[in-house]
């Protein structure tokens, strides 16, 4: 019995360390196929990464080079035209730009706009404008010979261009003519291709005649204090999902810039955010307030050039200001995961902070998270992932998500160091901000009885 017994138990051990050794076998291989899987998804997320770098870049360069795809064909076209046969001893002079040579119409803004007429200063406007992209748009055919648009690109120079459609001439012509159309209407403020704009312009007029204080060395400080309070009844009023965004960026330069506005000297203008100086374009033509409030001075130059007369532009505004994006490493914010770069669009950060309560004690949750859709997931990530990318703070990390040269390629030329790099970090549905409508009695009566009694009542409290 003891030798059963004796056997028993050594049969028991080898058993034992059977199961060991198979146990330490079995963690040495999952040991092995984690570091082949982690190696695996580095090389796939690179790829990724610059996949769609290159496929952002690709698609902005399809944009832009679609025009001249057509240019042989269309020179091929009109020197085979009857009507266009000439002897080789004629000499052609044509400095004139043809409609292949000009940029694309099929661009999302550019069908949409003010067109300053032969002969005739004033601009006008569609009655329906519709904001579409590029494939929703008509097609020019130049089939057959010259078409009559071709014919009209060779008698007015520029004609599809940004410049002569939107530009900064032309919102200056509709401009004079809104004035004369407000002041016969006894409007008490004047309405043009921008609502936003329009609504600033009337707040910073209604400021300027209300901040004039007895003592004129609390002007300024009185001025800062108001005009935050006219700004706060502007969102609150007109876009009630704005203020969501604010109280979560802390986005305060649109104030200041509008106080420069309102009292243009050194102090005001020193207390500018160095993205926020005006440029030299700026100073040199009129366009509408709301490019003011871009953090991006070579954006803002191209939004006067080719959008100063668009009668879409607070869409455009809300495009570009939609795809602010900060970028960081993927290990920073999810654990386990390689050291690549990638970007977060601010706005998407902002939605999923909404739930979180500014008086409440739920704070950020600790980095990295486990999931990447945490962060758009869970109101504590999401926080904690702003303040890791200090979006309040930080203006000068904010760039541009390249999906916005894609919508609007005329902002290329300006995109340098702005264009986000990496793949990015994103929710299932994305969200826009929104653009207030147009101005009317209400409104308007609304903000200058605000902007009275908060003044009236600011002075005599620093009386």
């Known amino acids: 019995m003891g030798k059963k017994a004796n056997g028993t138990a050594t049969s028991q051990d080898i058993n034992s360390a059977n ?28 790829a990724h990464a610059k996949l769609n770098s290159l496929l952002a870049g690709v698609q902005a360069l399809v944009v832009n080079t679609a025009p001249r795809l057509q240019d042989a064909s269309d020179e091929d076209s009109r020197m085979n035209s009857p009507v266009n ?35 005739n200063e004033k601009a006008t406007l569609p009655i329906e404008p519709k904001p579409g992209l590029a494939a929703d748009l008509p097609q020019v055919s130049n089939r057959g010979g010259p078409s009559i648009t071709s014919e009209m690109a060779q008698q007015i120079l520029n004609i599809w261009s940004f410049e002569y459609q939107m530009g900064p001439q032309v919102y200056h012509d509709a401009l004079v003519s809104s004035q004369d159309l407000s002041h016969s209407r006894r409007q008490i403020w004047v309405e043009t291709n921008s609502s936003f704009s329009d609504h600033i312009d009337f707040i910073q007029q209604e400021l300027s005649a209300r901040t004039e204080p007895p003592k004129p060395q609390l002007s300024i400080p009185l001025l800062y204090l108001a005009t935050t309070s006219a700004l706060s009844i502007f969102h609150t009023i007109s876009r009630e999902d704005v203020m969501l965004w604010y109280t979560k960026t802390r986005f305060y330069y649109t104030r200041d810039i509008t106080v420069w506005k309102i009292r243009p000297c050194d102090e005001t203008l020193n207390k500018l955010h160095p993205q ?101 997931h869970e109101p504590s990530v999401a926080l904690a992932v702003a303040n890791h990318l200090q979006i309040e703070t930080r203006l000068d990390r904010y760039k541009l998500d390249p999906r916005l040269f894609i919508r609007h390629p005329e902002f290329l030329e300006s995109a340098g160091s702005l264009m986000a790099h990496g793949t990015p970090l994103q929710p299932d549905f994305s969200s826009y901000l929104s653009f207030p409508t147009s101005m009317d009695n209400k409104t308007a009566s609304s903000f200058r009885n605000f902007i009275a009694f908060t003044c009236s009542n600011v002075y005599e409290n620093r009386e």
């Not at 899987?37 to 997320?45: P, S």
Request: with cysteine; aromatic share 6%.
């Open 85 to 119: 046969n000439v002897s080789a001893s004629q000499t052609i002079v044509d400095d004139q730009p043809m409609l292949a040579e000009l940029p694309s119409i099929s661009r999302p803004v550019a069908s949409f706009v003010m067109t300053k007429r032969p002969g």
């Open 19 to 46: 199961e060991r050794i198979t146990t330490r076998q079995m963690r040495a291989k999952l040991a092995k196929l984690r570091r082949e899987k982690t190696a695996l998804r580095e090389q796939l997320a690179e």
């Open 276 to 376: 926020y100086q005006p440029t030299l374009l700026q100073l040199s033509c009129n366009y509408p307030a709301v490019i003011n409030w871009l953090p991006f001075p070579s954006i803002r130059d191209c939004f006067v050039r080719y959008h100063a007369g668009n009668p879409c532009i607070d869409q455009v505004v809300s495009d570009v200001v939609s795809m602010y994006a900060v970028e960081t490493l993927l290990s920073d914010v999810v654990v386990d995961s390689p050291p690549m770069q990638v970007y977060v669009k601010v706005m998407d950060l902002v939605q999923a902070m909404g739930a979180i309560d500014e008086n409440s004690n739920e704070g950020p949750a600790p980095l990295p998270t486990l999931k990447a859709m945490d962060i758009f």
